[in-house]
């Protein structure tokens, strides 16, 4: 079992930056591959970037490419996404995921692909 927390997130002004962050229970964190997904109101939920661990590969949604990154720190069990020059189309819940599974570049996007998942952090950025 692994418990995923997220925090960090806020109220900001569009053009603003924001980091969010997820804190893992478990010690093996380093062996999950890791996603950030996001849920608007009135849609469905959607992937944002993942990391993968056995090679540290990361990938992105279009929309989001050059804005956000997405990172890992170990030896702390965290999970990062700096969030840059937020739009108001950016507003959603944000969640981290963790999968222990074998994943490639295109299945690390999909929702399915990931068995843990946090309870999110509300992101909103303001016009």
């Known amino acids: 079992q692994v418990q995923l927390v997220e925090s960090g997130g806020g109220l900001v002004q569009a053009g603003g930056s924001l980091r969010v962050s997820c804190v893992a229970s478990?010690?093996?964190?380093?062996?999950?591959?890791m996603g950030w997904f996001r849920q608007a109101p009135g849609k469905e939920r959607e992937f944002v970037a993942a990391i993968r661990w056995i090679d540290g590969m990361t990938s992105y949604t279009d929309s989001v490419n050059g804005r956000f990154t997405i990172s890992r720190d170990n030896p702390k069990n965290t999970l990062y996404l700096q969030m840059n020059s937020l739009k108001p189309e950016d507003t959603a819940e944000y969640y981290c995921?963790?999968?222990?599974?074998?994943?490639?570049?295109?299945?690390?996007?999909?929702?399915?692909?990931?068995?843990?998942w946090g309870q999110g952090t509300q992101v909103t950025v303001s016009s």
């Open positions: 478990r010690r093996t964190f380093s062996n999950f591959h």
């Open positions: 995921a963790a999968s222990n599974a074998y994943l490639t570049g295109t299945s690390i996007r999909r929702e399915t692909a990931y068995t843990y």
